[in-house]
């Protein structure tokens, strides 16, 4: 009997390797659409190998439903919550500038200004925002 | 309110152009893994647009990024219960030429939530798990 801590992405990752050696071990044999298989390949592998990420978001104020409006701004904030300290995070409003507390943060790593930051996400994830 | 003025429905394009640049600032990193170069970070302009009013051009883009020498995706998220209408086509054009980022138009508010998830997968890093833990038991207990 064996037992195993399931760990999907060092399977996913594992698979991935093998997949990419495989294309390695083969380079000569042809097969349709291979170079589009290898990008899917380097695609998904580069995700398990860089983890730092550098985002910016770009948001609408004008919304036909503030459910959408509600749904952008917990959307943005859901992300800028899972970036770690050394992803880079940057936002320009796209709509009207006067509805937001900040037109626009500048690209920079997330530890920079954290705080403000923050209250930005809490200030546009309020009920007064969306009233 | 509907945006009327030019400047205003300039603006998405405008705003991907700046963010391209500021894209320039962050350093990049080389790693290389199996014989492979990676760029390090991931480097990502996703758009919240509750209409369609904005016009966004292609070229413009295009040439920013060469211009910038900068891989960035971009993504576009339409949130509004209508189908966007001509312009979407110049919005999935600009995604659809980076390679990772989608153009989304979401209708539903019953799926809203499960399609934003999928698109946060997009552009989701997955962290180094520690290695599986195998332990294989002896004959004798394979036999109780």
Same mark, same amino acid.
């Given at each position: 009997?064996?037992?195993?801590?399931?760990?999907?992405?060092?399977?996913?990752? &594992?698979?991935?390797?093998?997949?990419?050696?495989?294309?390695?071990?083969?380079?000569?044999?042809?097969?349709?659409? $291979?170079?589009?298989?290898?990008?899917?390949?380097?695609?998904?592998? +580069?995700?398990?190998?860089?983890?730092? +990420?550098?985002?910016?978001?770009?948001?609408?104020?004008?919304?036909?439903?503030?459910?959408?409006?509600?749904?952008?701004?917990?959307?943005?904030?859901?992300?800028? $919550?899972?970036?770690?300290?050394?992803?880079?995070?940057?936002?320009?409003?796209?709509?009207? &500038?006067?509805?937001?507390?900040?037109?626009?943060?500048?690209?920079?790593?997330?530890?920079?200004?954290?705080?403000?930051?923050?209250?930005?996400? +809490?200030?546009?994830?309020?009920?007064?925002?969306?009233? | 309110?509907?945006?009327?003025?030019?400047? /205003?429905?300039?603006?998405?394009?405008?705003?991907?152009?700046?963010? #391209?640049?500021?894209?320039?600032?962050?350093?990049?990193?080389?790693?290389?893994?199996? /014989? =492979?170069?990676?760029?390090?970070? =991931?480097?990502?302009?996703?758009?919240?647009?509750?209409?369609?009013?904005?016009? *966004?051009?292609?070229?413009?883009?295009?040439?920013?990024?060469?211009?910038?020498?900068?891989?960035?995706?971009?993504?576009?998220? /339409?949130?509004?219960?209508?189908?966007?209408?001509?312009?979407?086509?110049?919005?999935?054009?600009?995604?659809?030429?980076?390679?990772? /980022?989608?153009?989304?138009?979401?209708?539903?508010?019953?799926?809203?939530?499960?399609?934003?998830?999928?698109?946060? #997968?997009?552009?989701?890093?997955?962290?180094?798990?520690?290695?599986? #833990?195998?332990?294989? *038991?002896?004959?004798?207990?394979?036999?109780?």
């Amino acid at each position: 009997m064996i037992g195993m801590e399931v760990s999907f992405n060092w399977c996913r990752l &594992a698979a991935l390797e093998n997949m990419q050696l495989f294309t390695y071990a083969e380079p000569e044999k042809k097969i349709p659409n $291979k170079r589009r298989a290898d990008a899917l390949i380097t695609t998904q592998l +580069r995700k398990h190998i860089c983890h730092k +990420r550098s985002i910016v978001f770009l948001l609408d104020t004008q919304f036909s439903d503030p459910f959408y409006l509600k749904k952008a701004n917990l959307f943005m904030k859901n992300v800028f $919550k899972q970036l770690t300290e050394q992803d880079s995070f940057g936002y320009i409003c796209i709509g009207n &500038a006067e509805l937001v507390p900040c037109p626009e943060m500048v690209l920079e790593p997330k530890k920079f200004n954290l705080n403000a930051k923050h209250q930005f996400m +809490r200030d546009i994830n309020t009920d007064e925002h969306y009233s | 309110m509907k945006r009327t003025n030019k400047k /205003g429905q300039a603006l998405l394009n405008s705003s991907i152009l700046k963010a #391209i640049e500021w894209q320039k600032d962050i350093p990049n990193e080389k790693v290389i893994h199996l /014989g =492979h170069e990676y760029d390090n970070p =991931h480097k990502w302009i996703i758009c919240l647009l509750g209409n369609d009013t904005f016009t *966004l051009n292609n070229n413009s883009v295009k040439n920013a990024m060469i211009a910038a020498n900068q891989k960035v995706n971009i993504s576009i998220l /339409g949130l509004r219960n209508e189908e966007f209408g001509i312009r979407s086509k110049d919005y999935w054009q600009v995604c659809d030429d980076t390679e990772e /980022g989608v153009f989304v138009n979401i209708k539903k508010k019953d799926t809203c939530r499960s399609i934003l998830d999928q698109v946060a #997968i997009t552009f989701s890093v997955y962290k180094q798990d520690k290695l599986p #833990i195998v332990t294989e *038991l002896s004959d004798s207990a394979l036999q109780k």
